[in-house]
């Protein structure tokens, strides 16, 4: 006896593939949005040291910093707990007690790495908001002329907080190797893979659009408050006359 195909159970399995996979939502659009301004204008801020041409874009960069810093600890302080500063500050306390059980497992592969880890990214993030105390305020004061041994301060933190933030990618880099998966990635999507609830109950997007919004509101303020602009004539007339040479040799 013949029987027709079973359409809908044949389908089963396309439907299958064609469902996303299931994701968490674990980062809020402020915390992320707080991040990559942060690394862009410490970027800018370090690219930007050099030079009289640049330094109203230099200080506009490091003023948006402690900006920014301020923003960070206000909303750790009163945001959603996930973003709350406790959340480091409990990883950072466990770590008297994970370095006392690396003496204490009896193999290399009882040791709980992955708290390891956890441990070295608190402690990176940590590092950077605490040294943007100092970078700022001995920023200000060369600029302001207070002392010219603030410039060596200055440049001594400008260096060591390029160093934990080279050190945080490379870490960052090698879990994703060691997992197999971009652990950075969240900070970009807020999401990771896999079923269960949400870690953030609200995505906030609003606050991120107005954090972002008022950090150009300042550095377009900082550009009409100066005659010619955050960037020097000097400074486009060199780029440009870089740009021509490098034209004129190819």
Do not use: C
Request: proline content about 5%; aromatic content about 10%.
């Amino acid at each position: 006896m013949h029987t027709a195909p079973d359409f809908n159970t044949a389908a089963q399995p396309d439907a299958a593939r064609a469902m996303p996979a299931p994701t968490r939502l674990v980062i809020d659009a402020p915390t992320r949005m707080f991040h990559w301004l942060f690394a862009l204008s410490f970027v800018g801020a370090y690219l930007t040291a050099d030079g009289e041409r640049w330094r109203l874009l230099h200080v506009t960069l490091g003023y948006t910093l402690a900006g920014l810093l301020a923003f960070r600890v206000l909303y750790g302080l009163f945001g959603p707990r996930q973003a709350g500063l406790g959340q480091l500050w409990r990883k950072l306390t466990g770590a008297p007690a994970w370095l006392r059980s690396l003496t204490s497992v009896q193999s290399v592969g009882a040791v709980n790495w992955r708290q390891g880890q956890n441990l070295l990214m608190a402690l990176a993030v940590v590092a950077l908001l605490v040294m943007v105390v100092p970078l700022t305020l001995s920023g200000y004061g060369s600029y302001s002329d207070w002392g010219g041994w603030l410039e060596d301060v200055h440049e001594f933190f400008g260096e060591a907080f390029l160093a934990v933030v080279l050190g945080h990618i490379a870490l960052i880099a090698g879990l994703s190797l060691l997992r197999r998966k971009n652990q950075a990635l969240p900070m970009l999507t807020g999401r990771v893979d896999g079923p269960g609830p949400h870690l953030v109950k609200s995505n906030r997007g609003w606050l991120a659009v107005l954090l972002l919004a008022a950090a150009l509101a300042f550095g377009a303020w900082q550009w009409r408050q100066s005659p010619s602009g955050l960037v020097s004539g000097q400074a486009w007339s060199g780029l440009l006359a870089g740009q021509s040479g490098h034209d004129d040799d190819d």
